[in-house]
């Protein structure tokens, strides 16, 4: 086997471990999102969240996962639209940033 092939299927195959990371990361987001709005009794709008940031991060056991901050948008009363931040480690909540009842200025779950 010739080096540029294996350059090639490492290319290939980091390119499909991260397509693969990057989709369970979204997925668990996307999940944790709706049930933070559904304990709220707020409504969860497009049944998205968008990707803002990405970088690596050392997780508590020291090794290095993705950091990947996601944007989503929901509704207090149906009339309004606030914009939320989910925060992923990997594929773990690391932190959910909402408007709480209790604020205006945005609370931290």
Same mark, same amino acid.
């Given at each position: 086997?010739?080096?540029?092939?294996? &350059?090639?299927?490492?290319? &290939?195959?980091?390119?499909? #471990?991260? #397509?693969?990371?990057?989709m369970?990361?979204?997925?668990?987001a996307?999940?944790?999102?709706? /049930?933070?709005?559904?304990k709220? =009794? #707020?409504?969860?709008l497009? /049944?998205?969240?968008?990707?803002?940031? &990405? #970088?690596?991060?050392?997780?508590? !056991?020291? !090794? &290095?996962?993705? !950091?990947?901050?996601?944007?989503?948008?929901?509704?207090?009363?149906?009339?309004?639209? /606030?914009? =939320?931040?989910?925060?992923?480690? =990997?594929?773990?909540? /690391?932190?959910?940033?909402?408007?709480? !009842?209790?604020?205006?200025?945005g609370?931290?779950?």
């Amino acid at each position: 086997m010739d080096k540029e092939l294996l &350059i090639f299927m490492v290319l &290939i195959g980091l390119a499909v #471990w991260f #397509w693969l990371d990057s989709m369970r990361a979204h997925e668990a987001a996307v999940k944790y999102c709706k /049930q933070a709005c559904e304990k709220e =009794g #707020w409504n969860y709008l497009d /049944q998205a969240v968008v990707l803002k940031k &990405i #970088w690596p991060r050392r997780n508590p !056991r020291g !090794r &290095i996962q993705l !950091r990947r901050e996601y944007a989503f948008d929901y509704s207090t009363g149906g009339g309004d639209r /606030q914009e =939320g931040l989910v925060v992923m480690l =990997g594929p773990t909540v /690391q932190q959910l940033t909402m408007m709480s !009842r209790d604020q205006d200025d945005g609370g931290v779950y």
